[in-house]
């Protein structure tokens, strides 16, 4: 029975991956304004991908992101999706900005993660590996951005923070 399912699972996931390229991909995500969030999952056919994403920052944006192999593995068939060395580098439209998300703190061979504030600019992320499961691989790709805060609004909360102290020192000196 469980021969059945797998290869159920495997006809099902062919059909998913029949259109899935090994060939390079580019995505144009367009402008982004905080806040937001995006999200896609990309299969690829078996062989090596470059992918490149691309994106226009119009406002200074705090971001945090993922890129992570999706991976399924089917006992006693091996893994249908599976993406080995896996690799994110990020890009302004000139200059390298980070050679390999592996650097940060929470990456691993599986999944990729960074966070960083970015000004306004053109920007693209090279996705790169080689999908080596018996119906090649899949990743999903992941962007939280949020808005950075305006000097002024700093200036209001120092501001505020200010008033409040005069207050509480107003009151202890009644009570005194």
């Given amino acids: 029975m469980k021969l059945k ?14 259109n899935a390229s090994a ?3 580019t995505f144009n995500v367009g402008t982004i304004s905080a806040p937001t969030y995006f999200s896609d999952v990309i299969q690829k056919g078996i062989g ?11 406002t200074p944006t705090y971001s945090g992101g993922s890129v992570s192999n999706l991976a399924i593995t089917i006992p006693d068939l091996g893994n249908l999706f599976n993406i080995a060395d896996l690799s994110v580098q990020l890009f302004t439209s000139t200059n390298l900005l980070i050679s390999n998300l592996d650097s940060n703190e929470g990456s691993t061979s599986q999944i990729k993660v960074g966070s960083g504030t970015f000004l306004p600019g053109s920007y693209y992320f090279n996705i790169s590996g080689n999908a080596n499961g018996l119906s090649g691989g899949q990743y999903v790709f992941a962007v939280t951005t949020l808005p950075v805060p305006e000097p002024e609004t700093y200036a209001m909360l120092l501001a505020g923070l200010g008033l409040v102290t005069v207050m509480a020192r107003r009151r202890l000196n009644k009570q005194a």
Avoid: E, M, P, R
């Avoid at 090596?48 to 119009?58: G, R």
């Fill in 23 to 25: 060939l390079d991909s």
């Fill in 5 to 18: 399912k797998s290869v159920l699972a495997l006809a099902l996931s062919l059909g998913f991956v029949a």
């Fill in 48 to 58: 090596a991908f470059n992918d490149t994403w691309n994106f226009t920052i119009a």
